[in-house]
């Protein structure tokens, strides 16, 4: 494995934390509530303070400042925010039409995977497939997704080869309805952001979430995707590539760099995180 420093994480973590990584922020979303009793938690959820659908900046702060905290965090500041999320969650649960319960820990883990599967993603696009040792380092601190929540290590599979075993499984119990199907459609064309947004940006958003999508998920929010189309997203994912290496470390990092301050300020100050 790769020696670090104590408590810095692995290059390949280090470069995984990329802004490159909201072009493929909705795409991930569609992953985790794949699964119906995720997808109705959240799009029936009462606890309208979390919902992208009601405060989308807010909702964007909590998920990019629970990322930066889970990888690149101490081990008190991910116990900081495992309390701050644990008091949010708590009134996050449903007994119909789909039971749901935020703190469960086998769905917690299906998220978990879903971003692991997310950041190794966007370091294969950014700088090709890792070495073994490298995939390692990455898999391995990817624990930390669900380990800052209530999934305890050893749920976490042991390896790489565990965990695609995980996956497959996993993608075997992927389902969407018509609510979920729904409210996934808006996200991709922003449909729940003001008018003119939706209307300037929504296309092109829609079509970054079906490019990075894997074909099972794509399958099941029932949006069309051509070859033409996966032609074009190989050439701008290139083309993000390339303007990611050029720019210094800072930059690439932005925005879960500031996030991460924020988060440390808002606990030196006593003030919420989530």
Not at 111 to 132: D, K
Not at 221 to 226: D, V
Request: glycine share 6%; hydrophobic share 40%; charged share 25%.
């Amino acid at each position: 494995m790769t020696a670090t420093v104590e408590g810095t994480p692995p290059k390949i973590v280090l470069d995984s934390i990329s802004g490159v990584a909201l072009a493929a922020a909705a795409a991930n979303v569609v992953m985790q509530l794949s699964r119906l009793p995720i997808g109705h938690g959240v799009a029936e959820s009462t606890v309208d303070s979390g919902r992208v659908d009601r405060h989308p900046l807010k909702r964007a702060r909590t998920t990019l400042s629970y990322i930066a905290v889970a990888m690149l965090g101490t081990e008190t500041e991910r116990e900081a925010m495992r309390r701050e999320v644990n008091r949010a969650h708590r009134h996050v649960r449903a007994k119909e039409p789909v039971a749901y319960n935020a703190f469960d820990r086998e769905l917690q883990l299906w998220v978990a995977a879903c971003l692991y599967v997310g950041i190794e993603m966007i370091y294969t696009t950014l700088y090709g497939r890792p070495s073994p040792d490298q995939a390692a380092d990455l898999y391995r601190h990817g624990a930390r997704f669900g380990t800052t929540l209530q999934v305890t290590e050893d749920m976490w599979p042991p390896d790489r080869d565990a965990f695609e075993d995980y996956w497959r499984a996993g993608l075997s119990k992927i389902e969407m309805d018509d609510v979920t199907r729904g409210y996934l459609r808006d996200l991709a064309g922003m449909r729940f952001l003001p008018a003119p947004v939706h209307w300037t940006f929504g296309r092109f958003h829609r079509f970054l979430t079906l490019g990075f999508l894997p074909e099972p998920f794509r399958d099941e929010l029932g949006l069309p995707w051509t070859p033409r189309d996966q032609a074009r997203f190989d050439r701008f994912v290139r083309v993000l590539a390339a303007g990611n290496r050029a720019l210094p470390r800072p930059a690439r990092e932005f925005p879960f760099n500031l996030y991460l301050r924020d988060v440390r300020r808002r606990i030196r100050t006593g003030r919420p995180i989530v």
